[in-house]
Nanobody, 115 residues
Framework: QVQLVESGGGLVQPGGSLRLSCAAS????????MGWYRQGPGKQRELVAI???????NYADSVKGRFTISGDNAKRTVDLQMNSLKPEDTAVYYC?????????WGQGTQVTVSS
């Protein structure tokens, strides 16, 4: 059993910052990728950012230059630093880990950007 627990969501004004954290526990084997996805109101879930064990990253075009993903395979954590937040960043953010044996998701944390 693998569990992912997210924290750090909340309400922030446009231009503000938030940091999301995700911690994985349980029977975790070889991790291939860790990342964050989001699902806005009335939208499909989309990739925000991913990080691989070697440190390479990919970002959605909409968040490049504003968001930074960091991960620690040994600690089984992945964080997302979000700066210069915009109302269109409002969504439920989900942590994801792809590893030997499966693909696992957190329960989601709400991020609301509003004045």
């Amino acid at each position: 059993q693998v569990q992912l627990v997210e924290s750090g969501g909340g309400l922030v004004q446009p231009g503000g910052s938030l940091r999301l954290s995700c911690a994985a526990s349980g029977s975790i084997f070889k991790i291939y990728v860790m990342g964050w996805y989001r699902q806005g109101p009335g939208k499909q879930r989309e990739l925000v950012a991913i990080i691989r064990p070697g440190g390479s990253t990919n970002y959605a075009d909409s968040v490049k230059g504003r968001f930074t993903i960091s991960g620690d395979n040994a600690k089984r954590t992945v964080d997302l630093q979000m700066n210069s937040l915009k109302p269109e960043d409002t969504a439920v953010y989900y942590c994801n880990i792809g590893m030997l044996g499966g693909d696992y998701w957190g329960q989601g944390t709400q991020v609301t950007v509003s004045s």
